[in-house]
C-alpha cells in the first residue's frame, strides 16, 4: 500500500552543557572546562523510492542525537550525529506546529519558508536545527574572576510537527474513469506491472513506468465528485498537479463519452483550475471493442471538445505506434 500523506514529529538534538572543570597538570592552574556539542540536526533527502513514505508509518517521532557535554582539558563535547529522513521525490513539507522551546506560540514556521518541496534525487533540506553546545568555565575566566565555576547548559534543538505530502513528479499522467485501461496501456508502453481486470477501482495506488526518458504515472479512477470526497479521486488528485502533460482515456465502451469526458475536466478543475491548463491528448480506449460506425461517430463528437482524439487499443499495434510517435514527440520537446 501507498503512503502518500504523514505526519510525524522531528526533534533536532539539544547542545550539551558546558563543563566547570580545572587544569589537574603540575604546576598548572586555571578553568579548563570545555564547550558541549552541537545537536544534531534533522534533514531530508530525496530519493527515487515511491514508496519511502511507507517506512515511515510505524514511527511518528524522529530525533537526532543530543551533543555530548564538554569535556575537561579544553576538549569540546562530540557533536551530535544528524538524522536523515528519505522521502520521494515530490515530496511537500508542510509545518503544522512548531513545537520548540523558543517558538512563537501558534507560529508555524520552519526553517523561514511555510513549505518546502524535494524535487531531486539527493536533495537534503535541513528541517530542524540542533542546538548549540554550552559554555564551559574556561570561557567565563576574567583577571577578576581567575576561577570561574560558571558554565552554560546546551540549547534546545528545534522540534517541529510536519506533514509530509507526496505529489508524484511525472512527465505524462494517464487519468480517465475507473476501468478506461490506463492500466494496461502503462503495462503496453512500459515495464510496469499494474493490476488489470474488468471492474472499477482496480487500480488503487498510482504506479509509474518509464517510456525512455519519460515518466507515465497511471493515477487511479477519478469519479464524479472526486474533488468533493467521493471515491478514491481526491486521495490522488494531488498527483496531477506535477504532471507536465495528460493522457485523457475514455473507454470506447462508453455509454455517454460527451458526459464522461465533461465529468473528469469538471473534477479536475474543481480541484485546481489550472489543471485544465495543461496539455491534453483525448484517447478512446479499447477501440477495438466498438463497433467502427460508433466508433467515428464517437470520434467526430469528441473533435468538438478536443481536437487531439485518437482511438487506442493495445492490441491494435497501428494506434500504438501513434501513441508512440506523441511519446517521442514529447521527449524531443524535453530535451529541447
Given amino acids: 500500500m501507498l503512503i502518500d500523506d504523514i505526519t510525524i514529529k522531528v526533534v533536532a538534538g539539544d547542545g550539551g552543557d558546558g563543563t566547570v572543570a580545572f587544569n ?4 598548572s592552574l586555571g578553568p579548563t572546562g570545555a564547550t558541549g556539542g552541537k545537536g544534531g540536526n534533522v534533514y531530508v533527502e530525496g530519493v527515487s523510492d515511491l514508496g519511502a513514505l511507507t517506512r515511515l508509518r510505524n514511527t511518528k517521532v524522529f530525533e537526532a542525537e543530543d551533543g555530548g557535554a564538554g569535556g575537561r582539558q579544553y576538549n569540546d563535547g562530540p557533536a551530535g550525529d544528524d538524522l536523515t529522513i528519505k522521502v520521494p521525490i515530490g515530496t511537500v513539507v508542510h509545518p503544522i506546529q512548531d513545537l520548540s522551546a523558543t517558538a512563537v506560540q501558534g507560529q508555524p514556521a520552519l526553517n523561514g519558508a511555510s513549505n518546502l518541496e524535494v524535487t531531486k534525487v539527493g536533495q537534503r533540506i535541513r528541517i530542524a536545527k540542533g542546538g548549540y553546545g554550552g559554555k564551559g568555565n574556561f570561557h ?37 474513469l475507473p476501468n478506461a485501461g490506463k492500466s494496461s496501456l502503462l503495462n503496453e508502453l512500459t515495464r510496469a506491472k499494474s493490476k488489470v481486470a474488468n471492474y472499477a477501482f482496480t487500480t488503487l495506488e498510482p504506479h509509474l513506468g518509464v517510456y525512455y526518458d519519460l515518466i507515465l504515472a497511471d493515477l487511479p479512477g477519478i469519479i464524479e465528485g472526486a474533488a468533493g470526497g467521493k471515491g478514491l479521486g481526491v486521495k490522488f488528485l494531488r498527483h496531477v498537479e506535477r504532471t507536465n502533460t495528460l493522457f485523457h482515456l475514455l473507454s470506447a465502451e462508453s455509454e455517454d463519452p460527451i458526459r464522461d469526458y465533461k465529468v473528469i475536466r469538471a473534477e479536475l478543475g474543481a480541484y485546481n483550475p489550472a489543471l485544465l491548463e495543461k496539455k491534453e491528448y483525448l484517447f478512446i480506449s479499447k477501440s477495438d471493442t466498438g463497433v467502427p460506425g460508433k466508433l467515428k461517430t464517437m470520434a467526430g463528437q469528441l473533435k468538438k471538445l478536443n481536437s487531439t482524439v485518437t482511438p487506442l487499443s493495445i492490441h491494435d499495434e497501428d494506434s500504438l505506434k501513434k501513441t508512440r510517435k506523441i511519446l517521442n514527440q514529447l521527449i524531443k520537446q524535453k530535451n529541447a
Avoid at 24 to 27: A, D, H, Q, S, V
Avoid at 149 to 174: C, M, N, S, V
Fill in 24 to 27: 589537574k597538570n603540575m604546576m
Fill in 140 to 176: 567565563f575566566r576574567s583577571s577578576k574572576n581567575t576561577s570561574p565555576k560558571q558554565y552554560q547548559k546546551g540549547l534546545p534543538g528545534e522540534t517541529f510537527k510536519i506533514r509530509l505530502e507526496l505529489k508524484l513528479i511525472a512527465d505524462i499522467g494517464l487519468i480517465g
